[in-house]
């Protein structure tokens, strides 16, 4: 490239930014032209192309043909057991976003399962040997090693929801707070006095999230939050029915319940209708995803739509443009990205 020593703004080798700016496109788009994907127009990536001609911008994989540390593949990586993962449509839904993006790359995906100690020691030496260009993870805990493991092999890495509100690695969630408020404000309008919450895994940052906008919709609506009505639940069926059962023992008055997921409703659902309580005469019920299951449930699920194969999608752009660069958002010291998408209350007659 004859422009090989023209240097950036910043006075070092040209960025990704620079590129972007120059071409008046996003960095995303960018990073689908370097990355060979056919979702932009010829013009848009005549004008990048221009500008990586005219700036010298080089990826830090050097050209694809000398490629030797290129994989082209991606892995996306579920840290929970797989019999889960194919229970919950979530899952299923993130896949398909992400599996519908990535085919307009060269890239492929990988699926890797990693609930148990043995298959993450399999998974860090996997990941150690760098035969992955970056990593999707989906589902991840607290105390989860794993991200740590991928910031130290500096392998570029998209979270699917943050660890914490001070995660460093880029990430992808929907708006888990405002979800819950809007689920709650719902049922406090129908004139619910005593709204219950099954949570999520309190281990996952969203599922605290999702506690928090329940909390804080009660005290604006001027009642008070009752701590006996929220119980642990962990996203599953069997969680939702252990935690409904906790509910009607200790408050037989319970007369809404918000649950963490849509799986988890029906598990709730089948122990209201169990224990004689309509729904919703009785107990309002309203869950969260507006997966399939919240469609043919009887009757149909008041739920919190999160627009996840969206976010599939959106994981992916972050994951490509974390590529091009060649180096995790939380080694290069830049602003964090963090994308949260919005929610919204699909009506039923659940509630």
Same mark, same amino acid.
């Given at each position: 490239m004859a422009s090989h020593g023209v240097r950036g703004r910043s006075?070092?080798?040209?960025?990704?930014?620079?590129? *972007? #700016?120059r071409a008046?496109? !996003?960095?995303?788009? /960018? @990073?689908?032209?370097?990355?060979?994907?056919?979702?932009?127009?010829?013009?848009?990536?005549?004008?990048?192309?221009?500008?990586v001609a005219e700036l010298g911008y080089v990826p830090n994989t050097a050209a694809r043909?000398?490629?030797?540390?290129?994989?082209?593949?991606?892995?996306l990586v579920v840290p929970e057991p797989e019999t889960r993962f194919f229970a919950e449509p979530y899952f299923s839904d993130m896949l398909k976003g992400v599996g519908s993006e990535l085919s307009e790359t060269e890239m492929q995906l990988l699926l890797?399962?990693?609930?148990?100690?043995?298959?993450?020691?399999?998974?860090?030496?996997?990941? *150690? #040997?760098?035969?992955?260009? !970056?990593?999707?993870? /989906? @589902?991840?805990?607290a105390d989860d090693p794993l991200p740590d493991l991928l910031t130290q092999l500096e392998i570029p890495a998209v979270i699917s929801g943050p660890r914490s509100a001070a995660e460093p690695l880029a990430s992808v969630d929907s708006d888990n707070y405002g979800g819950a408020r809007s689920a709650v404000e719902h049922l406090l309008s129908r004139g619910r006095g005593r709204v219950a919450h099954i949570t999520g895994h309190l281990a996952v940052y969203g599922a605290q999230r999702r506690v928090d906008g329940y909390?804080?919709?009660l005290r604006e609506a001027g009642h008070e939050v009752d701590e006996g009505l929220i119980e642990p639940?962990?996203?599953?069926?069997?969680?939702?029915?252990?935690?409904?059962?906790?509910?009607?023992?200790?408050?037989p008055d319970v007369d809404a319940v918000f649950a963490a997921s849509d799986v988890t409703a029906a598990g709730a659902g089948q122990v209201l209708r169990e224990a004689g309580r309509r729904i919703p005469d009785d107990v309002a019920l309203v869950g969260y995803d507006d997966s399939a299951i919240a469609r043919h449930m009887e009757p149909p699920?008041?739920?919190?739509?999160q627009p996840i194969e969206e976010m599939g999608r959106a994981m992916i752009d972050l994951l490509l443009t974390e590529i091009a660069d060649r180096r995790p958002a939380a080694s290069r010291g830049l602003e964090r990205h963090q994308v949260v998408l919005a929610t919204e209350l699909v009506e039923r007659r659940s509630s």
């Open positions: 006075g070092g080798r040209p960025t990704l930014e620079e590129v *972007a #700016a008046g496109v !996003g960095r995303g788009t /960018v @990073s689908r032209v370097i990355n060979g994907s056919p979702r932009v127009s010829d013009a848009t990536r005549a004008a990048v192309e221009a500008a043909a000398l490629a030797a540390n290129r994989t082209d593949a991606i892995a890797i399962f990693a609930g148990s100690d043995r298959e993450r020691e399999r998974l860090a030496q996997y990941l *150690a #040997a760098h035969r992955v260009d !970056g990593v999707l993870l /989906v @589902s991840v805990h909390r804080d919709a639940g962990d996203f599953t069926e069997e969680g939702g029915r252990r935690a409904m059962a906790e509910l009607l023992r200790r408050h699920l008041t739920s919190v739509r």
